[in-house]
Structures are given as C-alpha cells and as structure tokens.
C-alpha cells in the first residue's frame, strides 16, 4: 500500500500559479498511476489530470486543458500539478490519488479506479 500527501496548495490571485505536490509514503511510489481531482463545495469530483508510471502518459480534463501540467519524480516520490493562469473556478480542494499499475502504460480518469488517496489540499483563487 501507499499513502498519498498533498502539499503546496494556498490562495493565490486570479493569473497567479502554483505548485501541487503528491508525495508517496513508500519508496514503490513510482510503480503507481497517478490522478489529481478536485472538489468544490457543493459540486461533484473532478477530473483534473492523470500520468502513468513512467510519466510518459498525461492527460487533462477539459477545464484545465492548457493551464496545468502534471509530471512526476520518480527518485523523489513525487507528482506534481503545476497549475498556471489559475481562475478563481479553479478554487477547491485538490486530491491525489494512486493506483499499482507497475508496467503498464495505463492511466485512469475516473475516480473509482484509483485505490489510494490523500486527504487534499486546498486551493483559493481569489479575484
């Protein structure tokens, strides 16, 4: 098992950026895909990116598309979500989650195949 742990999420004005980490508890972090969701109050989860194990795969919901940028660290167990012209739509509690896949270039989008999460971080984008 591993425990994913957000970090770098705070308040930051609208065009402003930031810099989420997601951190695995073991050294075998690197054999997971891994996913970024968020939650606003009131709404549903939602998709925001995904990168397999290698880092070779991505992928971005549509409302983030541009803007941010997933990659990871492997030596240092770590993904980031580098998140850029942030809108204050974008403010919510951000998640990691992760999922064993070691050898396969498989990512998920949806928030049921991942097995593993972190208690989040927020985010507040003020205008």
């Known amino acids: 098992q591993v425990q994913p742990v957000e970090s770098g999420g705070g308040l930051v004005l609208a065009g402003g950026s930031l810099t989420l980490s997601c951190t695995g508890s073991?050294?075998?972090?690197?054999?997971?895909?891994v996913g970024w969701f968020r939650q606003a109050p009131g709404k549903e989860r939602e998709f925001v990116s995904a990168?397999?194990?290698?880092?070779?795969?991505?992928y971005y919901g549509d409302s983030v598309m541009g803007r941010f940028t997933t990659s990871r660290d492997n030596a240092e167990n770590t993904v980031h979500l580098q998140m850029n012209s942030l809108k204050p739509e974008d403010t919510a509690v951000y998640y990691c989650?992760?999922?064993?896949?070691?050898?396969?270039?498989?990512?998920?989008?949806?928030?049921?195949?991942?097995?593993?999460w972190g208690r989040g971080t927020q985010v507040t984008v003020s205008s």
């Open positions: 990168i397999n194990w290698s880092g070779g795969s991505r």
């Open positions: 073991r050294r075998t972090f690197n054999n997971y895909a």
């Open positions: 989650a992760a999922k064993y896949t070691l050898g396969s270039s498989i990512y998920y989008v949806t928030a049921r195949e991942y097995d593993y």
